[in-house]
């Protein structure tokens, strides 16, 4: 089994339901029953299948620019991380999380970010952040602050994330 790369455009009707299926498994967003993702589609994903080609593992990965102090930044941004049930337990999500990192840091992407639980994603390197996000409410026109308690980030160099406020463009992911 090797995790597979998909560049989320090329997602043929079949994967889709694939996906919207493992992920419906997963969690219990009642949204994912008609997309495959919670508020903003993941330009790449990683997968990976048993033998006989079912579905077991998924990982998205958004590639975000966010606004902070030190400029505007990239990130990538971790998402609908997930193993069917009858698969966890066998190292899946590393692999997955492993070679999503990997291409993040081939890209030159200088921060991993994702809303999701410390005690996951402690042992990967991320580190909970206590910025300010502030994202843009479209219908009225201005910036909205908001706290994220499960933010977490992971740096892939020596630079420091930014303190203070951090602006999202787009959606949560
Ligand atoms: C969380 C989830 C992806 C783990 O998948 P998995 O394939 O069982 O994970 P792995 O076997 O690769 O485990 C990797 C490491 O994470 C740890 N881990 C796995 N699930 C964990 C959990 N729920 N809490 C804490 N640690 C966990 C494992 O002990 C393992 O640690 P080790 O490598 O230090 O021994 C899976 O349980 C799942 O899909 N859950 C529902 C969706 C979800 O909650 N996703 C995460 C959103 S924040």
Known sequence: MKPLYIYDP???????????????????DARFRYQRFNY???????ILRNGEGKLLAHVGVHDKRLGSEKG??????????????????NGYMRRLVGEAHRWCRAQGIDFATLFGKSEIYGRFGYVPQNNQLELFDVEAGVWK??????????????????RGLIQLFGPEY
């Open 10 to 28: 090329t997602v043929s009707q079949v994967l889709d339901v694939e996906i919207r299926e493992l992920l419906c498994q997963c969690f219990k």
């Open 72 to 89: 505007e930044l990239r990130v990538a941004g971790l998402a609908e991380v997930c193993v069917h049930p009858e698969a966890r337990g």
């Open 145 to 162: 602050q908001k706290s994220f308690p499960h933010f977490q980030v992971l740096p892939f160099s020596a630079q420091s994330w930014p």
């Open 40 to 46: 903003e589609l993941p330009v790449h994903r990683w």
